[in-house]
């Protein structure tokens, strides 16, 4: 069986970025930029004040109290028209542009206002409460580096930059196929035998939240016929999952059946837990990773070998996983062959350290518990038993 960490390099080694699209700013939160931004003005512009104030001379102003002649007003948005002379003050506003020979900024409350004079009660040092041009950026200077996933904060600084159009990788498409006679979807009549199929709806969320598109192709049947026809609706896609029917078991065609469509298989079994049966090949053109059905399976195997296919496609730079160091709330026994990611939760101590708290039944099929989970404890095959108060490594969900 493969090492989770050679299955992942296998994995990767397949995808390669997807190619650049434009979109406005407005629509670039939650891409991936494809090209670096720079600035393509200076900002600011002048001078400006960063106060509401006086702009003064500081050379007028050696000792206070001092009066000073009001000559005009700058509001954020016009220019004073001449510049500032000796014994001169021009009442400002926040983000106006200094008048020429201005250097420093008398604050409002360091004043009183008499008639067409300004009295300063405190001597300004030179130079304060002004943002220089170029303070921020100036033209020319980088902005955003691409390979970044756009968040709020680049967005506003890329619009700050009067870039109105950006290059984004595009959106990976990625298509769903669930198998199994035994599912019907959420809300969907059942016989007593059914049950609910939960892994699509989760995968698809796990798709968006990756960045991708994603495509539900419905429910395969435990039968060639189903499962080749439903697996057709993959082509175009850029990824196809599919989920259950990946084991040993009488009905797990997924594997016999799409062998027989072009499916070139690269690994189909990998030594984790949970996940096992983890398939990974072509079906034509098209990559698919084949995830166990059991709904926590499909889920940790989409987080561990998804989310980095996909972040590959989107040309990302960050490293897949957030992974962190816990200290153990109860003790484990020695680990088996396969790698474990263990659900658990996590406490934070005053100082930031984070404690896990394994959940004490671990099985495959129980949602709840990676519901309520915050973390994943990993334990490497053949781990040695460990008591509580030792340390381990944790993948942080979310
Ligand atoms: P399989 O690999 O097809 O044998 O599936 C393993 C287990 O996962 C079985 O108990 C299935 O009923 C369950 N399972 C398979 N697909 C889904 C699904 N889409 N949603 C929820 N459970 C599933
Ligand atoms: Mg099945």
Same mark, same amino acid.
């Not at 002649?69 to 400002?92: D, K, M, N, Q, W």
């Not at 029917?245 to 062998?259: C, E, F, I, N």
């Not at 034509?284 to 972040?311: D, H, Q, W, Y």
């Given at each position: 069986m493969l090492s989770v960490d050679e299955a992942l390099a296998r994995i990767l080694a397949a995808f390669s970025p997807l190619p650049a699209e434009t979109v406005s700013v407005d629509e670039a939160f939650g891409r991936v930029l494809a090209a670096a931004v720079t600035a393509? &003005? !200076?900002? *600011?512009p002048h001078a400006v004040s960063a106060m509401d104030g006086y702009a003064v001379r @500081?050379?007028? %102003? *050696?000792? =206070?109290?001092a009066r000073l002649r009001v000559v005009g007003a700058v509001p =954020? /948005?016009? %220019? +004073?028209?001449r510049p500032l002379g000796a014994g001169e003050a021009v009442r400002i506003f926040t983000g106006a542009p200094l008048p020429e020979g201005a250097d420093s900024i008398v604050i409002q409350e360091d004043t009183d206002q008499d008639g067409d004079e300004v009295v300063v009660k405190e001597v300004p040092s030179r130079g304060v409460y002004v943002r220089a041009r170029g303070l921020d950026f100036s033209e020319g200077d980088p902005g955003v580096e691409a390979g970044t996933w756009l968040t709020p904060r680049h967005v506003g600084l890329i619009a700050a930059m009067d870039v109105p159009w950006v290059s984004v990788h595009r959106r990976p498409r990625v298509a769903i196929l669930s198998t199994g006679d035994e599912l019907v979807m959420p809300g969907e009549q059942r016989r007593p035998s059914q049950i609910v199929s939960s892994n699509a709806i989760a995968l698809s969320a796990l798709v968006r939240d990756c960045g991708g598109e994603p495509i539900n192709l419905g429910i395969a049947a435990d039968n060639r016929d189903s499962l080749e026809r439903l697996a057709a609706?993959?082509? /175009?896609?850029?990824l196809l999952l599919t989920t259950g029917g990946?084991?040993?078991?009488?009905?797990? %065609?997924v594997r016999a059946v799409l062998a027989e469509e072009q499916l070139s298989l690269d +690994?189909?079994? &990998? @030594?984790?837990? $949970?996940?096992? $049966?983890l398939m990974f090949g072509h079906l034509g053109k098209t990559p698919m990773i084949g995830l166990p059905g059991n709904p926590v399976s499909s889920l940790v195997c989409g987080l561990l070998f998804v989310r980095p296919a996909m972040e590959r496609m989107l040309g990302l !730079?960050? *490293? *897949?996983h957030r992974l962190g160091t816990a200290e153990l709330m109860a003790p484990l026994p020695a680990n088996d062959k396969r790698q474990d990611y263990m659900r658990a939760t996590l406490e934070s101590g005053p100082e930031g350290q984070l404690s896990a708290v394994p959940f004490p039944k671990q099985d495959s099929s129980m949602l709840r518990t990676l519901s309520r989970a915050d973390c994943l404890i990993v334990r490497a095959p053949h781990a040695p038993a460990i008591q509580a108060g030792e340390f381990v490594p944790v993948l942080l969900l979310d």
């Amino acid at each position: 069986m493969l090492s989770v960490d050679e299955a992942l390099a296998r994995i990767l080694a397949a995808f390669s970025p997807l190619p650049a699209e434009t979109v406005s700013v407005d629509e670039a939160f939650g891409r991936v930029l494809a090209a670096a931004v720079t600035a393509r &003005i !200076t900002q *600011p512009p002048h001078a400006v004040s960063a106060m509401d104030g006086y702009a003064v001379r @500081a050379a007028d %102003l *050696p000792q =206070a109290p001092a009066r000073l002649r009001v000559v005009g007003a700058v509001p =954020a /948005g016009s %220019l +004073f028209e001449r510049p500032l002379g000796a014994g001169e003050a021009v009442r400002i506003f926040t983000g106006a542009p200094l008048p020429e020979g201005a250097d420093s900024i008398v604050i409002q409350e360091d004043t009183d206002q008499d008639g067409d004079e300004v009295v300063v009660k405190e001597v300004p040092s030179r130079g304060v409460y002004v943002r220089a041009r170029g303070l921020d950026f100036s033209e020319g200077d980088p902005g955003v580096e691409a390979g970044t996933w756009l968040t709020p904060r680049h967005v506003g600084l890329i619009a700050a930059m009067d870039v109105p159009w950006v290059s984004v990788h595009r959106r990976p498409r990625v298509a769903i196929l669930s198998t199994g006679d035994e599912l019907v979807m959420p809300g969907e009549q059942r016989r007593p035998s059914q049950i609910v199929s939960s892994n699509a709806i989760a995968l698809s969320a796990l798709v968006r939240d990756c960045g991708g598109e994603p495509i539900n192709l419905g429910i395969a049947a435990d039968n060639r016929d189903s499962l080749e026809r439903l697996a057709a609706g993959a082509e /175009g896609a850029d990824l196809l999952l599919t989920t259950g029917g990946a084991s040993v078991g009488d009905h797990d %065609l997924v594997r016999a059946v799409l062998a027989e469509e072009q499916l070139s298989l690269d +690994f189909w079994r &990998i @030594a984790m837990r $949970p996940g096992k $049966p983890l398939m990974f090949g072509h079906l034509g053109k098209t990559p698919m990773i084949g995830l166990p059905g059991n709904p926590v399976s499909s889920l940790v195997c989409g987080l561990l070998f998804v989310r980095p296919a996909m972040e590959r496609m989107l040309g990302l !730079t960050r *490293p *897949p996983h957030r992974l962190g160091t816990a200290e153990l709330m109860a003790p484990l026994p020695a680990n088996d062959k396969r790698q474990d990611y263990m659900r658990a939760t996590l406490e934070s101590g005053p100082e930031g350290q984070l404690s896990a708290v394994p959940f004490p039944k671990q099985d495959s099929s129980m949602l709840r518990t990676l519901s309520r989970a915050d973390c994943l404890i990993v334990r490497a095959p053949h781990a040695p038993a460990i008591q509580a108060g030792e340390f381990v490594p944790v993948l942080l969900l979310d």
